[in-house]
């Protein structure tokens, strides 16, 4: 089965994959997002991808030499069961082909997927896996397709509740972490949420990729085209472990990882996938030990959305994170009977957005020019008010002092 060749591979060239893999990075797709409002409070956002290709480093057929997913999503499904099942699985995993390294195009990986024999078999095991026709790849299914229905706060009866999420899939609350405050809903999709307060200090927003809510932190005010808004910002509190945040205490799970990373295999079907933020920024130090080539740093690495405080939109974005595989021995399997214990990168998505000429426009005339007006008319009204005080009060003080200056006259009684 020449397993001990795919692991000397997998030791040797953990580099060169990091390299070619990040720099897949730079192949850039445009995003198109359709809402559609179903009834008041309810939407779909169809997301839709498309290469560009004029503005990428290669080809959507450019090769990769990555580890194979599927094949460490089995593996990590087979751990509760007894060694003959795993020995008798790991012998059909050699017979069907499965190695610990496989060699794809892009766009196999990204959104077109390639065929594998486990993932055609995996519903047999996991019903709820969304596979389709034996196809993986890690973007599968998640072209031109929604990521569910929103029930939001339509901000009718308060401002404060604009868009603020109540359902997702008809379900109030996700059932993934082991708290009831990890599984709750909070905040908005982080693209539009209420006005925020005058001395607001954190912004809470929840999309599903994350598998929760996350919460940044305000930094400062940046300006966009004349458009000014609060920076929030991640933190190394954001993927902290529960010994070192105690909030995200109910985030930890069994994998008791070192801080700075986020487990989400409850949300991906028992797969060892893990979120980190990009090169493992904010993370542990001994994550950087287990591969070579990543260098974190702020300007590249964070994580920031800027929202424009009277409206509530967010104006600017960066949305930066990393899915990593987690790998281990798992005795029985002969595919992995070698590998040392790692966090191995994936891939890392920068998602971003930003201010166009035109909405910045529509910022200054439609909100910053009326606000100013009606600041303008209360200051004028004020002024009115204050000259109007003060000219009373100078007559009273003038009439008093006439007062005085004229005697009055003698009082005279008579019978």
Excluded at 54 to 81: C, H, R, W
Excluded at 145 to 152: H, Q, S
Aim: aromatic letters at 12%; charged letters at 20%.
């Amino acid at each position: 089965m020449k397993t001990r060749r795919d692991e000397e591979i997998f030791l040797r060239q953990k580099l060169l994959m990091q390299k070619l893999w990040f720099l897949s990075r730079t192949n850039m797709f445009t995003h198109k997002k359709t809402v559609t409002c179903l009834s008041v409070g309810a939407l779909l956002e169809i997301r839709t991808f498309v290469f560009l290709r004029n503005e990428s480093v290669g080809s959507q057929d450019d090769m990769i030499i990555t580890l194979n997913a599927p094949l460490l999503l089995a593996a990590n499904f087979l751990k509760g069961y007894d060694l003959p099942v795993r020995l008798a699985a790991s012998l059909a995993f050699g017979i069907a082909g499965e190695r610990l390294i496989v060699k794809k195009s892009i766009k196999q990986l990204a959104f077109d997927g390639y065929k594998d024999i486990i993932i055609l078999l995996s519903p047999i095991l996991k019903r709820d896996i969304p596979f389709k026709n034996g196809l993986f790849a890690w973007l599968y299914g998640k072209n031109d397709t929604n990521d569910g229905l929103y029930t939001v706060f339509t901000g009718e009866d308060s401002l404060d509740k604009l868009n603020i999420i109540n359902m997702w899939n008809g379900k109030d609350s996700l059932n993934f972490w082991k708290g009831k405050s990890c599984n709750m809903f909070n905040g908005s999709n982080a693209e539009i949420g209420p006005p925020l307060k005058t001395y607001q200090t954190t912004y809470t927003f929840f999309q599903s990729i994350f598998c929760r809510s996350i919460t940044l932190d305000y930094t400062e005010d940046v300006e966009h085209l004349g458009v000014t808004s609060k920076r929030f910002m991640t933190s190394n509190m954001t993927f902290a472990n529960g010994t070192l945040n105690p909030v995200n205490a109910c985030f930890d799970t069994k994998m008791k990882l070192p801080s700075g990373v986020q487990d989400i295999s409850s949300c991906q079907y028992d797969a060892p996938v893990v979120l980190s933020f990009p090169h493992f920024y904010f993370a542990d130090p001994v994550y950087l030990k287990g591969v070579s080539g990543l260098k974190p740093n702020a300007s590249q690495h964070s994580f920031h959305i800027d929202v424009e405080p009277n409206t509530g939109f967010s104006i600017d974005a960066a949305v930066r994170f990393q899915v990593n595989l987690y790998v281990q021995r798992i005795f029985g399997i002969s595919q992995l009977q070698n590998v040392p214990t790692v966090m191995f990168p994936i891939f890392w998505a920068d998602l971003t957005f930003s201010l166009t000429d035109e909405l910045a426009d529509i910022f200054k005339t439609k909100v910053y020019l009326p606000k100013n007006a009606a600041m303008g008319s209360m200051f004028g009204m004020m002024g009115v008010g204050a000259l109007i005080c003060i000219v009373t009060v100078g007559y009273s003080c003038w009439v008093k002092k006439q007062d005085k200056k004229i005697s009055p006259p003698p009082v005279f009684v008579t019978r």
